[in-house]
Nanobody
Framework: VQLQASGGGLVQAGDSLRLSCAASGRTFESYFMGWFRQTPGKEREFVAT????????YYADSVKGRFTISRDNAKNTVSLQMNRLKPEDMAVYYCAADRDRITGSRSPNYWGQGTLVTVSS
């Protein structure tokens, strides 16, 4: 599966932003999908994941209640709605896919290119 992320940009603290990730291939619904982020000098960290059917979601504590992950299997897309953005959310965001459940303890097999989110205070 090939992934293409988009939607990053410059926003102010407290604003909202929606990231999207388009996937190629006919078997999108068989993949768990997730979002990760990375800031310079730090390791890539888990943000959110959604199950193949969109029913189960899981979030990092730092974004819980502010971010929402969703997917549209008919359009082969996964989105990350980010509300009440904080300066510490500023990072390059990556979408990822794996046939196994995505957790923060293992690197998914498939990655898109990153999209930069800049949050000014």
């Amino acid at each position: 599966v090939q992934l293409q992320a988009s939607g990053g940009g410059l926003v102010q603290a407290g604003d909202s932003l929606r990231l999207s990730c388009a996937a190629s291939g006919r078997t999108f619904e068989s993949y768990f999908m997730g979002w990760f982020r990375q800031t310079p000098g730090k390791e890539r960290e888990f943000v959110a994941t959604v199950s193949w059917n969109g029913i189960s979601t899981y979030y990092a504590d730092s974004v819980k209640g502010r971010f929402t992950i969703s997917r549209d299997n008919a359009k082969n897309t996964v989105s990350l709605q980010m509300n009440r953005l904080k300066p510490e959310d500023m990072a390059v965001y990556y979408c990822a896919a794996d046939r196994d459940r995505i957790t923060g303890s293992r690197s998914p097999n498939y990655w898109g290119q990153g999209t930069l989110v800049t949050v000014s205070s």
